[in-house]
């Protein structure tokens, strides 16, 4: 299944499914992205990260997307399980004078039925 | 052993009141930050500190101090609570400006 993001929409997959999760980002001097995980009452927690040198990045499960021309981010997790319905978030940085700042994507919510 | 640790977990105060929510990092990183995350779970900075030395601040009111008394520390004061300052305050810290953060588990602040 696929959900765009930025609206907090809500993805519903099965277990075992392959899930992309997307997100539009806005300033195009970013040059880093990356993306979060929170669970309900935690902190977003690091999921994988990529540099704006690079159009692909695989993790264990994971695969993060980027294409530069549209500023378009995506998030691929592979045979999802239950354990990986949280809130998926898409964070940007635009370097320079941005000091470490991160900008958000709104989130989106996947939920994994088994 | 937690990374970055807030405290409290959960704040229910008056308006009007002053409180205080406190982080600790014990990883090392120069550099640290102040998040809120509204209802909707968007999530925006506040802060950030580097070194102790204020290097971003958003357009917060002048009712939310942060201080840093030292790098592995950054505590956010807010005099006179509103009603709209109900959300969730998140601290993260990061090695590198312009590097992933690590995020505390969030200090969930309620007012009534």
């Known amino acids: 299944g696929e959900s765009v993001g930025l609206h907090l929409p809500t993805l519903s997959v099965q277990e075992g499914d392959n899930s992309i999760i997307n997100c539009a980002y806005s300033n195009s001097a970013s040059d880093y992205f990356i993306w979060y995980k929170q669970e309900s009452g935690k902190g977003p927690q690091f999921i994988i990260d990529?540099?704006?040198?690079?159009d692909k990045r695989q993790g264990q499960r994971v695969t993060v997307l980027l294409n530069k021309t549209v500023k378009h981010l995506s998030l691929q997790i592979a045979a999802t399980q239950p354990g990986d319905s949280a809130v998926y978030f898409c964070?940007?940085?635009?370097?320079?004078?941005?000091?470490?700042?991160?900008?958000f994507g709104q989130g989106t919510i996947l939920t994994v039925h088994p | 052993d937690t990374a970055v640790s807030q405290t409290p977990k959960y704040l229910v105060t008056q308006m009007g009141n002053d409180k205080s929510i406190k982080c600790e990092q014990n990883?090392?990183?120069?550099?640290m930050y102040w998040y809120k995350q509204d209802s909707k779970k968007f999530l925006k900075i506040m802060f950030s500190y580097n070194n102790k030395e204020l290097i971003i601040n958003e357009t917060v009111p002048n009712r939310f101090s942060p201080k840093s008394p030292d790098k592995a520390h950054l505590n956010l004061h807010i005099n006179s609570l509103e009603l709209g300052d109900s959300a969730v305050y998140f601290c993260?810290?990061?090695?590198?400006?312009?590097?992933?953060?690590?995020f505390g588990s969030g200090t969930r602040l309620t007012v009534v």
């Open positions: 993260a810290s990061s090695q590198t400006q312009g590097g992933g953060y690590t």
């Open positions: 990529i540099r704006s040198n690079m």
């Open positions: 990883l090392g990183h120069d550099t």
């Open positions: 964070a940007e940085n635009a370097g320079g004078t941005s000091y470490g700042k991160l900008t």
